[in-house]
């Protein structure tokens, strides 16, 4: 059947092992100093490895695949303990993968099983990198009477915030109003929490000196089409080398199969906002 399914690039993998504790179905082991791909019917398409990647060699592409078996899949992460049973149902409750869930729970019913505590960020039996482990940072939604500029009041909710960090599949991500910025705006712009981040999800990168910038525009892409972002709200500084990164979006808006609107400011050296313009895409 064609379906979703994890795609490998070999060429870009370096054999790091960070994808591996992040696909508990167990589709993904190192052969040859490489993730491999190694059953069809253990990958569920669902992409939860996609944001582990450093060198963004994991993607996913529709071909003619095994069917994916939920059943077979959850009988060999039981083996593993309840932490990564419990962070297997998240991972399909997030994705609303509802059928693959009940037959997950009906499984542990008939086998006496429970599904585990609710899943931590940083599950026990996580051996990747611990600071590109997912979480949820909460915060305590501002009164009407408080005011959007106590100093040192943080408008971030979500970790990591890197591009080639993230994963466009993040529940973090669906339907929300992303800010895209420049690595060094938030170093510039002192009101960056107050006035660029609050109410946005965040990510960052430097256009100049990162690479795999095919890679973050694919990451763009996704978000606008698969996570279903609202608005995309672009800081950059106002140095040259900066409107590469807002290249990099309008182009991924331009090739995207739904339409966002898309916003510019551009930041002063000295910390000012010298542009806020709506971008035509």
């Not at 099983?113 to 990198?129: D, M, N, Q």
């Not at 309008?250 to 739904?258: E, F």
């Amino acid at each position: 059947m064609i379906r979703k399914i994890i795609h490998i690039d070999e060429v870009k993998c370096d054999g790091c092992e960070l994808c591996i504790p992040n696909c508990p179905e167990g589709a993904i082991q190192i052969i040859e100093g490489k993730a491999r791909l190694v059953s069809d019917m253990f990958c569920d398409g669902l992409g939860a490895c996609l944001g582990h990647c450093p060198q963004g060699a994991i993607t996913t592409e529709e071909r003619e695949a095994e069917d994916y078996d939920e059943r077979a899949v959850i009988e060999k992460i039981v083996r593993q303990g309840p932490a990564v049973v419990a962070a297997h149902l998240e991972h399909l409750r997030d994705h609303g993968e509802l059928e693959y869930l009940k037959v997950a729970e009906d499984y542990l019913a008939e086998k006496g099983l429970t599904g585990g505590s609710p899943a931590k960020p940083e599950p026990k039996g996580f051996c990747g990198c611990p600071g590109s482990a997912e979480r949820k940072i909460d915060r305590t939604p501002k009164s009407a009477c408080t005011t959007t500029s106590v100093s040192g009041e943080s408008s971030l909710t979500h970790w990591p915030v890197q591009l080639h960090l993230i994963s466009p599949d993040s529940v973090h991500f669906k339907n929300c109003d992303l800010l895209i910025a420049a690595d060094c705006v938030a170093f510039s712009f002192g009101s960056f929490h107050s006035r660029l981040l609050d109410g946005k999800k965040l990510t960052i990168f430097c256009p100049k000196l990162d690479q795999g910038l095919d890679i973050y525009r694919e990451k763009v892409l996704a978000l606008i089409d698969r996570a279903k972002v609202n608005t995309l709200t672009v800081a950059i500084m106002e140095v040259p080398c900066c409107r590469g990164l807002l290249q990099i979006v309008v182009d991924a808006a331009r090739s995207a199969s739904r339409r966002v609107p898309v916003k510019c400011m551009i930041i002063g050296v000295e910390g000012g906002i010298l542009s806020d313009e709506w971008v035509s895409v």
